[in-house]
């Protein structure tokens, strides 16, 4: 029997003595972060169950109730919406307009779904079409009048999955970008780059990914070849861009020539390559997993500029610890 996928959900649209067409899931800290229902579909949820959404890190539901679930989210973004407007045009109601975290949030959901979506199914091209949205609706946000990065970074999970981590990168990338002074264009094709660059791990042994502690050799050796895959995915998904391509191919180059998938070494490396290593690194020494804890943003950058120095672009490292101060 194959196992459960699980999607994550936004955790938002809860109400108790609601309930839903589709079974909910929590994740149970005393038996090691093992994922376990926490609803049955059609059951009434109570305050008990309300107080536990709050207080997790991330609610799940089934793959298989992925329709039931979208159709259902998609409703209550708009009786959201609408009952918005309505208080907006009530005299004696104050204004709430909806604020850019309460956006980014409800941004932030739907890129995992389409994420998960296309780590699945990486050779679909609609996935793929999916993915370019996202990264389009946060190449918007970042250049919004309101833009701030904290709150945007703010909404990155931190509990370590594999489409989680991509849109977690991506954000990290394009907040970076446009610290640089990127321009739109520069950013979509940073921001791509950043949120399909593991792409190519949808063909590695699972059982590999999923490792807790170190690699065997060999093991290692077909972790290596993921950059290459993913590069050849997007090409067959009628990615042409090379500044996109290279940024997904050569994001384990390292400055002194010590990466892969060729040894790449100093300016060789493409520009969206290094940012997405920094990115990709910061995001992994930030996220919580089952044999590690997460570091603080402080810890993460002190390591990386000390003990990394000589793998990443150190001037590009530079501006990402401005940008966090």
């Known amino acids: 029997m194959s196992a459960k996928k699980y999607i994550l959900v936004d955790k938002t649209i809860f109400a108790p003595d609601c309930s839903y067409d589709f079974s909910i899931y929590g994740i149970n800290k005393s038996e090691g972060k093992k994922v376990q229902e926490l609803k049955q579909r059609g059951v009434i949820l109570d305050e008990d169950d309300l107080l536990f959404i709050e207080n997790s890190s991330a609610i799940y539901i089934d793959e298989v109730d992925k329709e039931s679930y979208k159709k259902f989210y998609e409703s209550f973004l708009y009786r959201s919406a609408r009952d918005l407007n309505k208080r907006k045009d009530t005299a004696?109601?104050?204004?709430?307009?909806?604020?850019?975290?309460?956006?980014?949030?409800?941004?932030?959901?739907?890129?995992?779904?389409?994420?998960?979506?296309?780590?699945?199914?990486?050779?679909?091209l609609n996935n793929y079409k999916e993915s370019k949205k996202v990264v389009n609706d946060l190449v918007n946000s970042v250049l919004d009048d309101d833009f701030a990065i904290k709150s945007l970074m703010c909404i990155a999970t931190h509990d370590y999955y594999t489409h989680t981590h991509s849109i977690n990168v991506s954000i990290y990338a394009l907040s970076l970008g446009t610290f640089l002074g990127m321009s739109k264009k520069e950013l979509e094709e940073l921001g791509e780059a950043a949120l399909i660059h593991d792409l190519g791990k949808s063909k590695v042994d699972?059982?590999?990914?999923?490792?807790?502690?170190?690699?065997?050799?060999?093991?290692?050796?077909?972790?290596?070849?993921?950059?290459?895959?993913?590069?050849?995915?997007?090409?067959?998904?009628?990615?042409?861009?090379?500044?996109?391509?290279?940024?997904?191919?050569y994001h384990h180059e390292k400055m002194d020539g010590s990466g892969y998938p060729l040894g790449l070494s100093g300016d060789k490396?493409?520009?969206?390559?290094?940012?997405?290593?920094?990115?990709?690194?910061?995001?992994?020494?930030?996220?919580?997993?089952?044999?590690?804890?997460?570091?603080?943003?402080?810890?993460?950058?002190?390591?990386?500029?000390?003990?990394?120095?000589?793998?990443?672009?150190?001037?590009?490292?530079?501006?990402?610890?401005?940008?966090?101060?």
Request: aromatic letters at 8%.
């Open 92 to 124: 004696e109601s104050p204004k709430e307009p909806v604020t850019f975290t309460q956006k980014v949030e409800v941004m932030y959901q739907n890129a995992s779904v389409a994420l998960n979506d296309l780590f699945q199914n990486p050779e679909t």
């Open 206 to 249: 699972p059982e590999i990914i999923n490792k807790k502690g170190f690699l065997t050799d060999d093991e290692f050796k077909e972790i290596k070849k993921h950059p290459t895959y993913g590069h050849s995915l997007a090409v067959k998904l009628g990615v042409k861009n090379k500044n996109i391509l290279d940024g997904i191919k």
């Open 269 to 325: 490396i493409p520009l969206n390559a290094k940012i997405v290593a920094i990115c990709d690194i910061f995001d992994a020494l930030t996220s919580q997993r089952s044999y590690k804890k997460a570091l603080t943003s402080f810890e993460a950058l002190k390591l990386m500029k000390t003990e990394m120095n000589k793998h990443l672009d150190v001037r590009l490292l530079n501006k990402m610890i401005l940008m966090f101060r």
